[in-house]
């Protein structure tokens, strides 16, 4: 079975979906599922949105989406984030929503199928709150329903082993090089790490923290996605019933080079290539039919800007796409010399140190003076729950 896990989108329906099909033509593949580990951005009523939602993306392309009843162009399996409209989702009388588009409730578990393959995937979406883990999720209102709980999670570890865990926060003990609650944050989300060890999946993919890395809870691979459209923001897994192995066939966008690159494969489950099948010959037809045909020029042009960028950054080369970093601690300063090439100093005229500033992934918090160590451009701290 072939699977696309996508990370937070928040509300950006028709741009993940003009990924996914992009992604699949790069690989030469159809997705059986796509799954999604929360922050949907699932708001059917812009007027109901929370004030972080206010701040950042707005209510995204739901509401279209729920007025015309589109339908998904995969099947799609999504959890709860932190973000969503937890009443209009619990209110639902099916788990699918939308033609195509399931909701995985907390503590639940639904079996994927495709030909004589299936796939038992279990959700805890939302985020730790301390405040309410303790308490029944059935007592939980409003802004509260954000939060997981304890019984939420022994629900889940009721049904057993799993192919596949879909959570959105990070299980306690996933430690983070760089967070914005500091550098070395190891998360604290209490009772995942539990659920691991009595359900023993295969891998556990989570988002929320919007950045893409790899860790180990429990003896069980646990893999960050990034925010989308950064990279790392879609997976391409390869899995199959019966079968402990499971591979990652790449990720989108594509990481700088030329074309596609795929990820180290974890215990590869045989020959990909003979389980690989090739896309219909109308794969992005759907999507063109709902008005997406634009959406699916651009995504090779903007991964085409992101990958020349990336280039650059590696030859030395200023790609234009940031303010310049000047400590404000021991002043070493960015400049660009004439011929694009990214100098440091700590005074206009004197010669290249050689640091460098280190980057962050997107959204992941401040830059790191090479100099002194301090912090670099970092706006008042946002929440977890902000994210």
Not at 22 to 45: I, Q, T, Y
Not at 286 to 306: E, F, N, S, T
Request: glycine content about 12%; hydrophobic content about 35%; charged content about 25%.
């Amino acid at each position: 079975m072939i699977l696309c896990v996508a990370g937070d989108i928040h509300g950006a329906l028709d741009r993940m979906f003009a990924d996914i099909l992009a992604f699949e033509s790069a690989l030469s593949v159809r997705f059986d599922w796509v799954l999604h580990v929360g922050d949907f951005g699932v708001w059917p009523d812009p007027s109901r949105i929370d004030g972080a939602t206010r701040r950042h993306e707005g209510a995204g392309d739901f509401p279209t989406w729920a007025a015309e009843r589109r339908e998904a162009p995969r099947p799609t399996v999504f959890i709860k984030g932190n973000h969503e409209d937890f009443v209009w989702l619990d209110s639902q009388p099916s788990a699918e929503v939308l033609a195509g588009l399931f909701y995985l409730r907390n503590g639940q578990v639904r079996e994927l199928r495709s030909g004589d393959d299936m796939l038992r995937v279990g959700g805890v979406g939302g985020c730790y709150g301390p405040s309410d883990f303790e308490r029944q999720s059935a007592s939980l209102q409003g802004y509260a329903k954000r939060h997981y709980t304890r019984d939420e999670i022994g629900a889940l570890a009721a049904h057993g082993r799993l192919d596949i865990l879909l959570s959105h926060d990070a299980p306690a003990g996933v430690p983070f090089e760089r967070h914005r609650r500091g550098p070395g944050y190891v998360s604290e989300a209490a009772g995942l790490d539990d659920l691991l060890a009595r359900t023993q999946p295969r891998i556990c993919f989570f988002g929320h923290h919007h950045t893409r890395l790899e860790a180990a809870v429990a003896g069980v691979p646990c893999r960050g996605l990034n925010k989308a459209p950064h990279p790392g923001s879609l997976l391409a897994v390869e899995m199959r019933a019966g079968q402990r192995d499971w591979q990652i066939l790449g990720e989108w966008p594509p990481p700088a080079g030329t074309g596609l690159k795929s990820a180290t494969p974890r215990k590869p489950c045989g020959d990909p290539r003979r389980s690989l099948a090739k896309p219909e010959a109308n794969a992005h037809d759907d999507l063109d039919a709902r008005g997406g045909g634009l959406a699916k020029r651009l995504v090779p042009l903007v991964c085409q800007v992101q990958a020349l960028q990336d280039q650059a950054r590696t030859l030395g080369v200023f790609p234009n796409d940031r303010d310049l970093l000047t400590c404000p601690h021991c002043g070493l300063a960015e400049d660009v010399l004439a011929g694009g090439h990214l100098i440091t100093s700590y005074a206009p005229g004197d010669p290249d140190t050689g640091l460098r500033f280190r980057e962050p992934e997107p959204d992941e918090g401040p830059s790191i003076c090479p100099g002194c160590g301090a912090e670099v451009g970092l706006d008042p701290p946002a929440a977890l729950d902000d994210l």
